[in-house]
């Protein structure tokens, strides 16, 4: 950077800039002050630590019904266990215009993911689904899509592998996260947190030589550290998901 450069940015306060964080995602069916606080209670006090201070997003595309929200009241509740709700997905128009008042802002409906097309029997109509001439040098192979780690993933680390799987073959540290549009191999103890098919691919799964993790989630579905003492700790495992919740498997 010249010297005229560092100027221009001495003379700006901010700037703006894309980034790709992992968020919590808290999907509400139907709302009651009672039973959503004392589920949000019981919820907390399994993970406190994992809890504080946790941005969550507040996603109404599954909520039974059109009914109105007091969303001020709904924030405040999640910020006496330590989460902070920063925008809504989803909702009526009653429920929107609620949250626009609690400064709630709307952010689009989650996309599905595409399903994947079987190549086509005809060699000719392969050619001519393909605009490029040279895919080969164009488009990554599934092999190419995946990252592979060789080096510990350290506390505060984290590493992302967006197009594929994430194969680590060395320790993760507690406080370190790895995410993965794919599946998660660590040939290694597992201690931070693990998060695969962040971008809802439900058919993904983690897999580690030693489930010591803070966390382990799959297409937004996840465990804490307290849930997953209670099973297979320590040992070698997967996680997958089963009619969307997160099973975890002993592997042999």
């Keep these: 950077m010249n010297m005229i450069d560092a100027a221009a940015e001495l003379e700006h306060c901010f700037k703006l800039k894309g980034s790709r964080v992992t968020i919590t995602i808290l999907e509400l069916y139907d709302y009651d002050y009672q039973r959503f606080t004392d589920q ?6 399994t993970a406190p630590d994992f809890f504080r201070q946790t941005p969550v997003i507040l996603s109404l595309e599954k909520f039974q019904g059109d009914d109105y929200i007091d969303f001020i009241e709904v924030g405040e509740l999640c910020r006496e266990y330590g989460l902070v709700p920063v925008a809504i997905r989803g909702g009526s128009e009653n429920q929107v215009m609620s949250a626009n ?12 993911a595409a399903p994947k097309q079987a190549a086509p029997n005809n060699p000719e109509a392969a050619n001519t689904a393909v605009k490029n001439p040279e895919p080969e040098a164009q488009t990554p192979s599934k092999a190419g899509e995946n990252l592979l780690i060789t080096t510990p993933v350290r506390s505060g680390q984290q590493v992302f592998a967006p197009n594929g ?19 998660i191999h660590v040939y290694g103890p597992l201690r931070g947190r693990a998060l695969a098919g962040v971008n809802g691919d439900i058919n993904a799964r983690v ?12 297409a937004g579905s996840y465990k804490v550290n307290e849930d997953l003492r209670e099973q297979f700790w320590k040992e070698a495992i ?13 592997l042999n």
């Design 238 to 250: 997967q996680a997958r998901l089963e009619n969307e919740q997160l099973v975890i498997d002993k």
């Design 165 to 183: 799987d994430l194969i680590i073959v060395a320790p993760v540290s507690a406080g370190a996260e790895v995410l993965a549009s794919g599946n």
């Design 40 to 45: 949000l209670a019981e919820t907390v006090q």
């Design 207 to 218: 897999f580690c030589q030693s489930l010591e993790a803070e966390l382990v989630s799959i």
């Design 101 to 112: 008042v609690a400064g709630l802002p709307q952010l689009p409906a989650q996309k599905e």
